[in-house]
């Protein structure tokens, strides 16, 4: 299936040969919101079409880039979320699209300015179909060490409770708008099965666009090392599956994808699984994330006034970032070369976000090292993060910066891209 992701600029004015000119004679303005209605997002599509467009299909598939018709206007939104559209006066469904976030909304257009409302901009935080809502089919694997499950519900993919006098933010269990699955969280919260359940029944893999795996002990890496699981891993992310994964949850990562990185080990005790953190000041190397980092507000930016006055960290030192609590070390990333299509080859290994230095014991303090790093197998991507998603050790009101950063990632994986071959196993 194909997806329309893309276009070339950030509108569209003129049509291509062969295509009607059509008279616009409306402006359509706003901004896209995160599901949270709060945090701005870029490089979102947003374009008007006399007709409903096909809606994201409930099951993980193909999102490959095709054009939008020439006819169509459309805008990709700036760095900090605001798009300016014209388009002709008439009755349009305004289609707001980031990956497998989707909002369809029937607007009748006037002539002039038509300013649109974050209830019509933003990302939807629930899937209904019936009402052209769509958001990505996420299962969560709890683990006992990083609280993705709150991040998650700050993002506004579910319900949070905050206590003012303990500066929390938590999940409010039975509203998120994912599947938690045991993967060693120690029964926090109801799940629907085991990590070893979901890796092992491809049907009940297919069923999801993202998998996360969080920081966590290795309960199941065996199912994920055992010959059906690496078989489903792959075979579910060269259908379009975004596979995350964070520090000590390495494993999972190494299980089915272990040409694309190698890890440092701990000197003292062996293995991936660092047992001292460190933390690191690392530099974004992204230039479209660190302009929608610059454009954040500033509320959003620095979450220490609504935390009594807190020492967390903030986002004042563009381009660098600060990452807490990194548990792994990423000690290369190779080339992944496959069949381009055209008689030659592209490497389809990771591209670095962020990059910073170790310990200078177990990871190197210079040159720096890859902390965020995304790469493509098939049709999908996977993605790890030396650091945890989000902290679990702390207490806090908001998104911290690394938690900024997985939302960014999270909407930028889900974005069309070219279906190349994925490379053969390794020997």
């Given amino acids: 299936m194909t997806k329309f992701d893309l276009g070339s600029g950030e509108t569209q004015g003129e049509t291509e040969q062969g295509c009607p000119i059509l008279p616009n004679d409306a402006n359509i303005t706003g901004t896209v919101y995160a599901p949270n209605q709060v945090i701005p997002v870029s490089g979102a599509l947003v374009y008007a079409t006399d007709t409903i467009p096909e809606g ?63 209830e019509t901009t933003s990302l939807p935080d629930h899937r209904d179909e019936a009402n052209g809502l769509y958001i990505p089919n996420i299962a969560l694997g709890l683990g006992s060490f990083d609280r993705l499950e709150d991040a998650l519900g700050k993002l506004g993919l579910g319900d949070t409770l905050i206590d003012p006098n303990l500066y929390s933010e938590t999940l ?27 890796v092992l029944d491809y049907d009940k893999l297919s069923k999801y666009h993202i998998l996360f795996l969080p920081c966590t002990s290795d309960t199941y890496v065996a199912e994920f090392n055992s010959d059906l699981g690496k078989e489903n891993m792959r075979k579910w992310v060269a259908a379009g599956g975004k596979f995350y994964v964070s520090d000590w949850a390495n494993e999972y990562l190494t299980a089915g994808f272990e040409q694309y990185q190698t890890f440092y080990q701990d000197l003292d005790f062996g293995g991936a699984d660092l047992l001292t953190p460190y933390d690191s000041l690392g530099t974004v190397l992204d230039a479209d994330m660190l302009a929608w980092l610059e454009a954040l507000p500033a509320g959003i930016k620095d979450i220490n006034p609504q935390n009594g006055g807190s020492d967390h960290p903030v986002i004042s030192m563009l381009p660098q970032i600060e990452t807490v609590d990194n548990w792994s070390g990423v000690q290369a990333t190779p080339p992944v070369l496959v069949d381009d299509g055209m008689g030659g080859q592209i490497d389809v ?30 049709c999908g991507k996977i993605l790890f993060t030396t650091y945890h998603m989000a902290e679990f050790s702390d207490s806090y009101i908001g998104l911290t910066p690394q938690e900024l950063v997985l939302l960014y990632l999270i909407l930028e994986i889900g974005v069309c891209q070219d279906a190349f071959e994925p490379p053969p196993p390794p020997q």
């Fill in 56 to 118: 994201i299909p409930n099951e993980v598939y193909c999102a490959e880039c095709v054009q939008l018709p020439c006819e169509t206007q459309f805008a990709l939104t700036k760095a900090d979320g605001s798009f300016d559209l014209p388009v002709p006066s008439s009755s349009k469904y305004i289609v707001v699209q980031k990956g497998q976030f989707m909002r369809v909304t029937e607007v009748q257009l006037a002539a002039g300015a038509n300013p649109l409302t974050a």
């Fill in 172 to 198: 409010v269990e039975g509203t998120q708008q994912f599947d938690m699955w045991d993967n060693g969280g120690g029964g926090l919260y109801a799940t629907v099965g085991s990590m070893s359940e979901l």
């Fill in 349 to 378: 290994g990771h591209k670095t976000w962020i990059e910073g230095p170790g310990d200078g014991y177990n990871v190197p303090g210079n040159p720096p090292s890859p902390l965020t790093i995304t790469g493509h197998y098939g």
